[in-house]
């Protein structure tokens, strides 16, 4: 699978013999990724593989010390909080600079602490810290902490009550609208980032009455701590409804900065959004060349009544490449390579060149699978939300299903409808020779891929929440034969957690599949249903489920279906345990025979990484057949589905 690449704020507030492919496994599933520039650290399952290994050899006057965190009246919950929101603990293995730096860190961690239990409604609290069994307060700007160390520092915290709010008053432009709506309730949650949360809302929903001056103008929080509730008073100011003035751009160098002020699609004159603001935001994100985008609008209107939009950016090394690999007893070895330069014309203008290898160790050497392809991108073309696509790719490969050369051509248009739905189209003309359990055949096939995609998901390469649907039409005619047929494919995933922690996380796969208008020798082998292995129905071989010819070799299918649920749960930040079920059938006729599913079920491993997740999967097959493997072992990177 393919090695992935991949910028928050705050406030003040009143934080896979077996054991042998096992340690292969893990070694093919490991991915790099990278750009001209000096080495960075890297570390895996608590193993640093390269990088500095004295982080702490430059720190002058090196100070350690040892924390102790106290809170008798706090939970388990908050006491967690409260240890996750203090640096002096965070940081404990490292020294500090000195007396002084370790008076600062103290000094930052009582306000964090502070923060920390205001953040669960807790307003009575108290942080209390000493040092070497002074009181903070009580020492000298230039205290010294001699003797041995660690130095002894330990932190008290009397939590108190829990806050609820109490009387709720929205004054000025915000008198006419309802606290409840903003999560205002009284007797509801009074932390401080409930409060922040409904000051946020309530700006938000005046700005999309297109007022981008909205702001709050008066703000008063009082703690009444004999009934231990929190009153709040917010005063807001709407401003006037605004277009869109002039769009300025600053921090541009090789990426064309009258492009850039374009890609924001927000229009001289056009209504004031703060949507639009968001999506002008994420739009320059998905070019890819900008390390970090701000877009913010100006203090005040201008001459014309309009409100000035300022671009901030900052770009990325517009060249990259990677390597990649996966892993599985039944597939074999895969590796990969790519180079790519994310504005090849000052336009965000895409290059990609990839080349792949797989099959190795579970074909022969004569028989090893090639992949090699150049992807050229335009964004913008017919409109900010628009994409240009052009490729080439050529293919050798030698399933056990057939044998396979081909050349293949295809460009289009993809369009974002908007932040979940895209569409797309294309032309493609592919050449290709292949020899399956019918013959010997030579095909050139013209196709119009149509595609439709509704993604509203948390986190792509991750996701908690949310779910994918997928429609996919492919018409195709192949000018050497005369056939015709369409391939109809579509596709959907869901994801749930199951708490506010997103320790546990339910998800489901289904897709579903036919081809009409031709005869299954009509169809090129590679263009037919397959099912099993990785990809789809692990515990089965590549491709090792359907109709099989009298060699017992797949041959492929005119429908499919396929279905995965796994629970995915978090045992600690990094490590993951997933078991799964995955169930699928191919099928000679156009619809799926549902009487002959073929089921696998196992257990994987993920380690969470910052271009997705390490896999390792072992499966077995319930319904194993004559010819099918007694278990599968997979590894690469991201999640199944």
Not at 38 to 62: R, Y
Not at 222 to 247: F, I, Q, W
Not at 263 to 289: C, F, H, N, W
Not at 341 to 347: A, K, Q, S, T, V
Request: aromatic share 8%; with cysteine.
């Amino acid at each position: 699978m393919p090695a992935y690449e991949r910028q928050i704020s705050g406030g003040t507030a009143p934080r896979r013999a077996l054991s042998r492919a096992l340690l292969f496994a893990l070694l093919c599933s490991t991915a790099l990724v990278a750009e001209t520039g000096s080495a960075a650290a890297f570390e895996i399952f608590g193993i640093k593989l390269w990088g500095s290994k004295d982080e702490d050899a430059d720190i002058v006057d090196p100070l350690r010390y040892a924390v102790t965190i106290e809170a008798p009246d706090a939970d388990k919950d908050l006491a967690e909080k409260l240890e996750n929101a203090s640096a002096l603990k965070a940081d404990e293995e490292h020294p500090v600079s000195g007396s002084l730096g370790l008076l600062a860190k103290a000094r930052s961690d009582r306000e964090q602490l502070v923060a920390a239990l205001y953040a669960d409604a807790r307003y009575e609290g108290v942080v209390t810290i000493t040092i070497q069994g002074r009181p903070l307060d009580d020492l000298p700007p230039d205290a010294e902490f001699s003797g041995p160390q660690p130095t002894p520092v330990v932190i008290n915290i009397a939590a108190g009550p829990k806050f609820t709010l109490g009387n709720i008053r929205l004054k000025g432009d915000a008198a006419g609208l309802a606290s409840a709506d903003f999560g205002l309730i009284a007797g509801g949650d009074a932390s401080s980032g409930a409060v922040l949360k409904a000051e946020a809302a309530i700006v938000r929903a005046l700005k999309q009455e297109g007022r981008p001056l909205a702001k709050v103008t008066g703000r008063e929080i009082v703690a009444e701590h004999a009934g231990s509730t929190l009153d709040v008073t917010l005063t807001v100011a709407a401003g006037p409804v605004a277009g869109y003035g002039d769009t300025t751009v600053e921090g541009t160098e090789k990426v064309n900065r009258d492009f850039t002020e374009y890609m924001t699609g927000l229009k001289r004159g056009r209504q004031y959004s703060p949507d639009e603001i968001d999506d002008a935001r994420d739009r320059l994100l998905g070019l890819e060349v900008f390390n970090s985008v701000t877009v913010k609008e100006a203090d005040a209107l201008d001459a014309e009544g309009n409100i000035p939009i300022g671009v901030q950016v900052s770009e990325r090394k517009p060249r990259y490449f990677g390597i990649g690999g996966s892993f599985s007893n039944t597939e074999g070895l895969g590796l990969e390579g790519y180079w790519g330069h994310r504005n090849l014309f000052g336009r965000a203008e895409k290059l990609r060149i990839d080349g792949k290898i797989s099959g190795i160790g579970s074909n022969d050497l004569t028989q090893l699978n090639y992949n090699a392809g150049v992807m050229f991108e335009k964004p913008g073309v017919v409109g900010p939300a628009s994409k240009f696509i052009a490729s080439v790719n050529t293919v050798l490969e030698h399933p056990d299903a057939y044998d396979h050369f081909s050349v293949k051509g295809s460009t289009g248009l993809s369009y974002e409808l908007d932040k979940k739905q895209t569409v797309s189209a294309q032309v493609a003309l592919d050449y290709s020779r292949i020899h399956d359990a019918f013959g010997k055949h030579t095909y050139l096939i013209a196709s119009i891929p149509l595609q439709y995609v509704y993604d509203n998901r948390d986190n792509k390469l991750n996701a908690t929440r949310g779910f994918r649907v997928l429609a996919y039409a492919e018409p195709s005619y192949d000018i050497l034969s005369g056939a015709a047929f369409v391939k109809l494919k579509g596709e959907g995933s869901a994801y749930q957690s199951l708490d506010s922690a997103s320790k546990f996380v339910f998800a489901e796969r289904v897709a579903i599949g036919s081809i009409i208008g031709a005869g299954l020798q009509d169809v090129p082998a590679d263009r037919r249903f397959y099912s099993g292995g990785g990809g789809s129905v692990r515990g089965y071989a590549y491709q090792g489920i359907g109709p099989k010819d009298s060699n017992e070799e797949p041959i492929g299918g005119l429908s499919f279906f396929e279905t995965s649920v796994e629970m995915r749960i978090a045992v600690t930040d990094k490590i993951g345990v997933v078991p799964f079920v995955d169930a699928g059938t191919v099928s000679t006729r156009q619809v799926p025979d549902f009487s002959d599913m073929k089921v696998g079920a196992g257990v994987g491993l993920r380690y969470l990484t910052a271009f997705g997740p390490l896999r390792i999967d072992a499966a077995v097959p319930l319904n194993r057949g004559p010819d099918d493997p007694h278990f599968g072992i997979y590894a690469g990177i991201g999640q199944a589905f």
